[in-house]
């Protein structure tokens, strides 16, 4: 069942239960009304009769001509009119031909008390009268009780006719409005499919001016549709890394493997090699196999930053931690210039933030000249971590590359290193909500720049 004729039915079923309720009530009312409304008709048409009596007297023994028939296919009320004798004197109906004869109890009831009212049986037919006394004369004002019953089915017939009709037109209308309630959503599911068969995520709903579900709805779909294809894009952006990252992997690994396996070859196929020869080639065997160690470590160094969850808000002491690494540089003999600034903590983790500052000044050692300078000062609510060099600084060309995974400035140059130390510092930075960046000195050398939110 669509839904379109769900809401259909419901419209209809609504209105069908209000207009039976109100039918049912109706119909109640007209039929508990319907014996006090007839007795108080034959009552004001005798009350009428006996006023005009008083005003013109009938001749005694006139019989008027015979105007009604009374049954249940004449609703008109017939009068009478009684002299003391009991005698009709006037009727303006018959019953089946002879004149209906007044019930001689109600007459005795009228003279005596001035009214009286009852329901009868003359010749088989029910009859609903009234007497008034005028005077010496009985006004008796009656009507069958078959026109009453009649009427009601006539009312009764009007009303279900009317509801029937009713339910018509709402089922009519309510169909209509269903139609126009969900269009957009039939926009909706039409724009769904063709997005699931065609792929296509730029296709949009068109924007609703109403501000109702349905365009509430709308905003929604578009939203979502964004949010999936900014989230596709990102997903293609992070594998489109993965494969480079893999690719420079492998490319990386591959030097190393390549030199273990030539140097092992020559081993197995230069027995007689002279004891330096071979003494050479294990030594490059060690170094190569330290050397893949060291990219693996960094690799899953970086895996792991990743993977792991932000920062827990532990405050961190970088002020002795940018201190004592400077002074383990000095202790090895390097020339280094301090310029820490007293209790400066960040929020962070310990260990993290220590391999952070110890990557800054491997790096600055390896590939700068000394001096190594290294400052650290606040800057608003952040900590401002620079350390820096006087060596030949970065490539102008490569500023916006030096921090990404397997980067070296020459790669020709043996430095020893991964090409993933400044990859590992951007992660760990960024993991603790702040940045770095790389700058060359204007008067050479080359300076990285750390920026991280101060502990509260």
Do not use: C
């Not at 899953?300 to 201190?323: F, M, N, Q, S």
């Amino acid at each position: 069942m669509s839904f379109r004729l769900r809401l259909t039915l419901f419209g209809v079923g609504v209105v069908a239960l209000a207009m039976v309720t109100f039918a049912v009530a109706l119909l109640g009312l007209a039929r508990r009304a319907a014996p006090d409304d007839q007795a108080g008709l034959l009552a004001t048409t005798a009350a009428e009769v006996g006023d005009a009596l008083t005003r013109s007297q009938v001749d005694d023994g006139l019989i008027a001509p015979v105007l009604v028939e009374v049954n249940s296919n004449n609703p008109s009320v017939f009068i009478q009119l009684i002299d003391p004798s009991g005698a009709v004197t006037y009727s303006a109906g018959r019953l089946d031909g002879p004149l209906p004869q007044p019930p001689a109890n109600l007459v005795v009831e009228a003279r005596s008390n001035g009214s009286a009212s009852g329901t009868v049986t003359a010749d088989g037919r029910e009859l609903r009268v009234h007497l008034t006394r005028s005077g010496d004369t009985v006004v008796l004002a009656g009507q069958a009780t078959d026109a009453v019953l009649d009427q009601l089915a006539g009312l009764q017939a009007v009303v279900w006719i009317a509801v029937i009709i009713t339910l018509i037109a709402a089922t009519v209308v309510s169909w209509i409005v269903a139609g126009r309630a969900i269009r957009p959503l039939r926009h909706l599911a039409a724009t769904t499919d063709e997005i699931g068969t065609t792929g296509d995520l730029t296709r949009r709903l068109p924007a609703q001016r109403r501000n109702d579900e349905v365009g509430r709805l709308t905003a929604s779909f578009n939203a979502m549709l964004d949010g999936i294809a900014d989230s596709r894009r990102r997903l293609a952006g992070s594998l489109d890394a993965q494969r480079r990252f893999v690719a420079d992997a492998s490319h990386e690994l591959r030097t190393p493997l390549t030199s273990i396996h030539s140097n092992a070859g020559f081993l197995q196929d230069r027995p007689d090699a002279e004891s330096d020869d071979r003494q050479a080639a294990l030594n490059d065997i060690v170094n190569e196999a330290n050397r893949m160690t060291r990219q693996i470590d960094d690799l899953l160094t970086l895996a792991a930053l990743d993977d792991r969850p932000p920062v827990e808000p532990v405050p961190v002491d970088l002020t002795g931690i940018v201190a004592d690494g400077g002074r383990a540089l000095q202790k090895d003999g390097h020339e280094v210039v301090l310029d820490v600034a007293p209790g400066i903590r960040v929020t962070g983790d310990q260990s993290d933030l220590q391999r952070l500052v110890r990557i800054l000044l491997d790096n600055a050692i390896k590939y700068g000249v000394a001096p190594v300078e290294i400052r650290l000062a606040a800057a608003g609510n952040r900590a401002a971590l620079v350390v820096a060099d006087n060596g030949p600084g970065f490539p102008p060309d490569d500023l916006d590359l030096v921090f990404d995974r397997f980067y070296r400035a020459d790669p020709a140059r043996p430095t020893g290193g991964s090409g993933l130390g400044l990859a590992i510092a951007r992660a760990s930075a960024e993991r603790h909500g702040g940045s770095i960046t790389a700058a060359n000195r204007p008067g050479g050398g080359g300076a990285v720049s750390v920026s991280l939110p101060l502990s509260t």
